[in-house]
């Protein structure tokens, strides 16, 4: 199809998605953060769609395309490690059609539970997305159900595009919008709205290093099969974007950049921190090129869309102690201390005394490398600030005990 039949063709059904999905799901709150928009210098609208139903905007999309198939269809199949597996299973149960949901083997419980409480028959197959995706192709041809892509469907896109005209009714003008950047049917729905209401709108898309897609497809002149990496932001870690939305990507989106894991982790704290709202790596996306300088405003408003908040607790749990350890405020420290009685003791006095707070101790005497006499010691604690660990190595330091940074 070509590109403005295409176009157009999202920004019709885009109005009946609007009106069909919004009886289903919420109308996600905007607000204004202060310290993003100190960061960046201009205005930052944060879009919540962690806080949408099932958790994502992908029910936006899912909803729409259910509807669509309505009266024809048998029942739906999706192919989905996360959160487009929960807004199928929840379009289907909205609309009283059954649906099958494949994922991987490696898919979090806490997914496939999610998946399964909308009432899904969730199958576990294959150890990466790839072998899941041909195994729901293969379902769908064998029981004639209608197979739900994740993003290269003109549905879907247009169901997602309504997050394009809520915008427009919430915030009206603003200058910048940062999406996030997976198999690319966000962006381009969006795209494919502001572009045609608001043309002066700049439309920035953010993907992470782990997988640039996208970027490197637009750069190639056509859609190319990257190699990819784990990542936080693993809602946005495809192979290759879709025909659909590469054409519209690379005809309205202005430009496109990466975030790595370190920013992508330090946006989630963030979030966590002072917005007190959990989102996912891939939510975090559009936050993480704010914090981290890559984006300067000069007084201009922008939108960031958060759009999605279903992360694993473990997986959490990691990525508050890497966060809290890339600001100092959880430091690990190693070094020998002498052997004998109050050597340890005041070693963590000197801690306490800047207000450091132990959370682990490692004593051990056994490694071979540990000088006669001495015992190796490594300390895992809190501390306010990131000097406060330096000034605490420092002080040990005047008084004879050697001890370095790890983390």
């Not at 919004?22 to 905007?30: A, E, F, L, M």
Request: glycine share 8%.
């Amino acid at each position: 199809m070509e590109f403005k039949d295409l176009w157009f063709k999202i920004i019709d059904y885009s109005i009946e998605a609007k009106s069909i999905i919004s009886k289903y799901t919420h109308t996600t709150p905007v607000s204004v953060s202060s310290t993003l928009s100190r960061i960046a210098g201009g205005t930052v609208y944060i879009k919540y769609e962690n806080l949408q139903k099932t958790g994502s905007f992908k029910v936006r999309g899912a909803l729409y395309k259910v509807y669509k198939v309505l009266g024809k269809s048998r029942g739906v199949v999706a192919a989905s490690a996360g959160n487009h597996a929960q807004g199928v299973a929840y379009a289907a149960s909205i609309f009283n059609i059954p649906s099958i949901i494949v994922m991987p083997e490696t898919a979090s419980i806490s997914k496939i539970e999610a998946t399964k409480s909308y009432g899904a028959d969730v199958i576990l197959y294959g150890k990466v997305f790839d072998e899941s995706y041909r195994k729901a192709l293969e379902i769908a041809n064998s029981k004639g159900y209608d197979f739900i892509h994740a993003f290269d469907d003109i549905h879907v896109i247009a169901g997602q595009a309504s997050l394009g005209l809520e915008l427009l009714e919430q915030v009206g003008d603003f200058d910048v919008i940062l999406v996030p950047i997976g198999g690319g049917g966000l962006i381009s729905g969006v795209a494919s709205i502001l572009k045609y209401r608001r043309p002066n709108i700049k439309i920035i898309g953010v993907e992470p290093e782990a997988a640039p897609k996208m970027l490197k497809s637009i750069n190639a002149g056509k859609p190319i099969e990257v190699d990819i990496k784990p990542s936080i932001a693993d809602g946005l870690i495809t192979k290759r974007p879709g025909d659909l939305t590469y054409t519209i990507t690379s005809n309205l989106v202005d430009d496109i950049i990466t975030v790595d894991e370190e920013e992508l982790s330090q946006a989630i704290y963030f979030m966590l921190e002072r917005k007190k709202t959990l989102v996912e790596g891939a939510g975090a996306a559009s936050i993480a090129p704010i914090i981290s300088g890559k984006i300067k405003l000069n007084g201009l408003k922008v939108v960031a869309l958060s759009t999605g908040g279903n992360i694993d607790l473990t997986a959490l749990n990691r990525i508050i102690i890497r966060g809290l350890s890339k600001l100092g405020r959880i430091a690990r420290i190693a070094g020998y201390v002498p052997d004998y009685p109050g050597q340890l003791k005041r070693v963590l006095e000197v801690i306490a005394s800047h207000r450091g707070n132990i959370l682990d101790i490692l004593h051990d005497r056994s490694d071979p490398r540990v000088p006669p006499w001495h015992a190796k010691v490594i300390i895992l604690f809190e501390a306010p600030t990131n000097k406060t660990v330096e000034d605490i190595v420092s002080e040990l330091k005047s008084e004879g005990y050697y001890f370095i940074i790890e983390i």
